[in-house]
């Protein structure tokens, strides 16, 4: 059985001291047990609700991996680790639903123009719920601390989350705050940050499928000692800081177009409150 290192910040919720226990033997785990770690992590709802047969059947593992996943993570069994899910379940103000139920039209017709922003707009909506009930104060307030005591920031979010950096350095900018966006058009990623050190920031975008090459400055930025705020999906994400400084971020899609809504809101309130607590 892997060894779990102790928690060390006991004023964590149980499901925050959950995730970083398995962040620290995630990368020991055996396949089936990464497996199982993958799903629960994608899918707390359904751990809260579910059976050790439900799990193991939608998660493709036996019953018996459940139950050892459960142990592996310092729990006596299944139903003590399930009560952590059930909890924070329980503390939810907000029911939002698991995805956009997909919308087509069985006549061979063209779906409407109408019918489609309905479509992005639920997303939007969905992924801003989420946001809601899932963001902590405390974590925010702190996010927005190491921010605001940096003399560089450094921005990074490649693909998808790209757009939503352009915007956050369109922010900054206004409110005449020194940063720099790292994944140029030139190619010149690690050149962008050559000077970066304990004294900046960086602010980290990425969900799943987390870009190999997000991960790749994302490691060379920890090596430089910067301090790392992550937005991401996952406690089990590959960007994750050693700090456990990090923003749980989920988008919801509309077939198969994933929404940025929450992502936006996030870094106009990060710059907003980085700027009002500079003064």
């Not at 620290?24 to 579910?50: M, N, T």
Request: aromatic content about 8%; charged content about 20%.
């Amino acid at each position: 059985m892997t060894e779990i290192p102790e928690d060390p910040s006991p004023s964590q919720s149980d499901f925050d001291a959950f995730h970083h226990r398995l962040r620290l033997c995630y990368a020991e785990l055996p396949k089936r047990l990464v497996q199982l770690a993958d799903f629960v992590s994608d899918a707390p709802d359904e751990v809260a609700l579910g059976t050790v047969s439900s799990l193991a059947s939608q998660a493709g593992v036996q019953p018996s991996t459940v139950v050892r996943f459960a142990r592996t993570l310092g729990f006596a069994g299944f139903s003590d680790m399930q009560a952590v899910f059930r909890d924070r379940l329980r503390v939810r103000n907000v029911t939002y639903r698991e995805r956009v139920n997909a919308l087509h039209r069985v006549d061979g017709e063209a779906v409407e123009a109408s019918v489609i922003f309905n479509g992005f707009y639920e997303a939007a909506q969905e992924s801003l719920r989420a946001l809601q009930t899932q963001l902590m104060p405390d974590r925010l307030e702190a996010a927005v601390t190491t921010l605001a005591q940096a003399e560089c920031l450094y921005l990074l979010g490649l693909r998808r989350s790209m757009p939503v950096i352009r915007y956050l350095s369109y922010l900054l900018a206004k409110l005449d705050i020194r940063h720099q966006i790292i994944g140029l058009e030139t190619g010149m990623e690690e050149e962008s940050f050559a000077h970066a050190g304990p004294k900046d920031a960086a602010l980290l975008l990425s969900y799943k499928a987390y870009a190999p090459r997000t991960v790749e400055l994302f490691e060379a930025l920890e090596a430089r000692q910067v301090p790392v705020i992550s937005m991401t999906d996952s406690a089990a994400s590959p960007v994750i800081p050693q700090s456990g400084l990090w923003l749980e971020v989920h988008e919801a899609d509309f077939q198969g177009f994933r929404s940025n809504a929450a992502s936006m809101v996030l870094v106009s309130t990060l710059a907003a409150a980085v700027a009002e607590r500079r003064g």
